[in-house]
Antibody, heavy 120, light 104 residues
Framework: EVQLVESGGGLVQPGRSLRLSCKAS????????MSWVRQAPGKGLEWVGF??????????EYAASVKGRFTISRDDSKNIAYLQMSTLKTEDTAVYYC???????????WGQGTLVTVSS | DIQMAQSPSSLSASVGDRVTITCRAS??????LNWYQQIPGKAPKLLIS???SLQSGVPSRFSGSGSGTDFTLTISSLQPEDFATYYC??????FGGGTKVELK
């Protein structure tokens, strides 16, 4: 059974940093691209960024709203994806979902989400 | 960046109604378009990938069509469990703003 379990969320002050982790199980983690998607309270889904599998260079792409502040990485030996968030803003407050992409690129599995609250 | 415009943002419908949601991309995205359903308090669920491919286990009343810039999600006969918010997404990128389907 595919499982994605996020951790690391919490309350953080504006301007500070936070790292989210996503522990994957039930599939060959290194073979799949992974994305982070967020959802602000009462709002829609926002794609944050994704990381390709090592077979495709392990490169990353980001939404304009987070580019330069957020970094996605992966440790295939531990089956973990990371989202390093820096210079956090109040508008980054959201539930952050770790997701897996299918072979045609759609998001076929989602974690349960972890809440990040940016507030002083 | 390519923008995804979904319409309507909300709609009211009755059980048994046919419902159509549209998604328009600001540039040609071929068929790289997916549809998701989200029930409040839950993670989204993939319904349709590559514009028209129904995911395993998704009821056949859901269908998707389109290519290029214009796409549609159709629910042929709305069921009580279909009242939810629906999102389109360009593959590996932007989501539409969502369409909330409510009970009339």
């Amino acid at each position: 059974e595919v499982q994605l379990v996020e951790s690391g969320g919490g309350l953080v002050q504006p301007g500070r940093s936070l790292r989210l982790s996503c522990k994957a199980s039930g599939f060959t983690f290194g073979d799949y691209p992974m994305s982070w998607v967020r959802q602000a309270p009462g709002k829609g889904l926002e794609w944050v960024g994704f990381i390709r599998s090592k077979s495709y260079g392990g490169t990353t792409e980001y939404a304009a709203s987070v580019k330069g502040r957020f970094t996605i990485s992966r440790d295939d030996s531990k089956n973990i994806a990371y989202l390093q968030m820096s210079t956090l803003k109040t508008e980054d407050t959201a539930v952050y979902y770790c997701t897996r992409h299918s072979d045609v690129g759609a998001i076929d599995y989602w974690g349960q989400g972890t809440l990040v609250t940016v507030s002083s | 960046d390519i923008q995804m415009a979904q319409s309507p943002s909300s709609l009211s419908a009755s059980v048994g109604d046919r419902v159509t949601i549209t998604c328009r991309a600001s540039q040609n995205i071929n068929n790289y378009l997916n549809w998701y359903q989200q029930i409040p308090g839950k993670a989204p669920k993939l319904l349709i990938s590559v514009a028209s491919s129904l995911q395993s286990g998704v009821p056949s009343r859901f269908s998707g069509s389109g290519s290029g810039t214009d796409f549609t999600l159709t629910i042929s006969s709305l069921q009580p469990e279909d009242f939810a918010t629906y999102y389109c997404q360009q593959t590996y990128s932007t989501f539409g703003g969502g369409t909330k389907v409510e009970l009339k």
